[in-house]
């Protein structure tokens, strides 16, 4: 192959490698047995001559691997992650280094993982389970896990985008649950499809599902019953919730997180939960990944798992796909090329799976 492009791990499926192939380059994929690279791993790793490079969101890529990949002569490097939040593009633009990720494929698949998040916290699975396999069931009791409905109630959804809007499209039509939303873009679609549904309940007689777009973050945590935070993490959602945020909320609320750790200021979360136990979390992302913050993991009213909300064979082949074209795209200069600020997906959901 002419060109050199560095994988930092190993991803699912093979399309991806057969693409870069296929164009010409040779893939060096890290097999490194430590989970996360340094930044002096990922600098030996790029070398003397590297085209292009497709890391992961657990990567610091700023100025250092920046300036190492531009002076390998690099074109592109490639998040395999819709988030962002551990790139510096402003230092990947000063080394004309493009940058890109790979939203789309992931919507579904993360809206899916905030439901069954959503569910199993509603219903208490987690903790149900552990009681099961502890051997502690001996007989059917009335008071035993009981959870709540969720029809009826209300989804409160933080940042309307690609997932915070199909995921509130599953608890609406899937649950009969109301929605509130907040963003700073009007998501009319959403709204259009609230509205439809909610007639089509109505002419077959049932209580309809109603929407509303709140014009403070604060009004869905007053309000809702189930939130789910789907903003990008950036300066201003750093604790978006907060001490004071907790507070707002019910006292028998559902929190989800499938966003980035940091959203949530986690110390504060653990204290809540501690004085609030009908409250309940669902949490896919952590503040100081792969760190829980003391205490979390012992709270009953927690569900955590590892960061797995883009974790479907589907969606992982396809971000894969979606990185390695990004890369090539810049390399060879085809009109693939999907970046932060332009984001233009080359497959989507629709699109089939990857073979
Ligand atoms: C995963 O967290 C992603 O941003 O794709
Ligand atoms: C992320 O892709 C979002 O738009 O919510």
């Not at 959403?190 to 599902?209: H, I, R, S």
């Not at 200069?333 to 600020?341: C, G, H, I, L």
Request: glycine share 8%; hydrophobic share 45%; charged share 25%.
């Amino acid at each position: 192959g002419k060109y050199r492009v560095v994988s930092t791990k190993p991803m699912p499926g093979t399309r991806w490698i057969n693409l870069l192939i296929e164009q010409d380059c040779r893939v060096e994929i890290c097999t490194e047995k430590k989970t996360i690279l340094s930044v002096e791993d990922i600098v030996a790793l790029i070398g003397e001559k590297c085209d292009g490079v497709i890391g992961q969101l657990t990567e610091d890529w700023g100025e250092v691997l920046f300036s190492a990949l531009s002076r390998a002569g690099g074109k592109a490097f490639s998040n395999m992650a819709v988030g962002y939040n551990n790139v510096d593009v402003n230092a990947a633009n000063k080394y004309g280094i493009a940058v890109g990720n790979t939203p789309g494929v992931l919507t579904e698949t993360t809206a899916e993982l905030a439901a069954s998040l959503s569910l199993a916290a509603a219903r208490r699975i987690v903790e149900a389970d552990e009681f099961m396999r502890a051997g502690r069931y001996d007989g059917w009791l009335p008071n035993l896990f009981v959870g709540n409905l969720l029809k009826g109630q209300t989804v409160g959804v933080i940042g309307a985008g690609r997932i915070g809007s199909a995921y509130a499209r599953m608890m609406v039509e899937g649950f009969k649950m109301n929605l509130i939303y907040f963003d700073l873009y009007q998501s009319t679609r959403l709204e259009k499809f609230v509205t439809a549904y909610g007639e089509f309940l109505k002419a077959n007689g049932e209580v309809p599902v109603t929407w509303r777009r709140a014009s403070s973050m604060d009004e869905v945590l007053r309000e809702a019953d189930v939130i789910s935070l789907h903003p990008v993490l950036d300066k201003t959602t750093f604790h978006l919730v907060n001490k004071e945020s907790l507070k707002a909320m019910k006292k028998d609320a559902i929190l989800i997180n499938c966003s980035r750790g940091p959203v949530i200021d986690e110390a504060a979360l653990v204290e809540h939960l501690k004085e609030n136990p009908m409250f309940r979390v669902g949490l896919d992302v952590f503040e100081d990944e792969p760190y829980m913050k003391p205490g979390l993991a012992d709270m009953k009213n927690a569900i955590i798992v590892p960061h797995i909300a883009s974790a479907s064979k589907w969606t992982r082949e396809g971000m894969a796909t979606l990185a390695a074209l990004n890369v090539l795209g810049k390399i060879k200069q085809y009109p693939v090329w999907a970046d932060p600020n332009r984001v233009e997906p080359f497959l989507d959901e629709n699109t089939p799976p990857p073979a």
